[in-house]
């Protein structure tokens, strides 16, 4: 007996980029996450800071979205984890899964400062444990 469509599509695991998307989507995005793309993220996080074509809030809510798309999960203990936590503290320390960003208006000098250097040297942190990169550095 043959099972009905709906029955064989429930059961069905995705295959190619719609497997990447529901994994994303499920939240467990490390699967699929290479180093080099969260290099690139954050790198992406780091020029948006700089970005002279863009409003100050623009450049802010850039560098968070790429931030947290380089993360989709906390990263294990170690000086990444230490950035990490660094930058979600600047910005409120919002419960994990939650709306993430930040408005200039509410953000004191002092955090301001705090989540640029956070993300700046979370950058470092990520290159020096990207192999693309540190091959590419030496």
Request: with cysteine; net charge neutral; charged share 25%.
């Amino acid at each position: 007996m043959r099972a009905a469509p709906s029955a064989v599509l429930a059961t069905a695991a995705p295959a190619g980029p719609a497997a990447r998307f529901l994994r994303d989507r499920e939240g467990v995005y490390d699967d699929v996450l290479t180093p080099a793309d969260r290099l690139e993220r954050l790198q992406g996080a780091v020029q948006g800071l700089m970005s002279l074509t863009r409003e100050p809030q623009e450049r802010l809510d850039r560098a968070l979205s790429l931030f947290k798309r380089a993360f989709r999960g906390e990263p294990p203990p170690g000086p990444i984890h230490e950035c990490f936590r660094r930058v979600y503290l600047a910005v409120g320390d919002p419960p994990y899964g939650t709306p993430f960003g930040a408005s200039l208006e509410v953000l004191a000098p002092a955090e301001r400062e705090a989540l640029v250097a956070a993300l700046v040297e979370l950058l470092v942190h990520v290159a020096r444990e990207t192999p693309l990169a540190a091959g590419a550095a030496a």
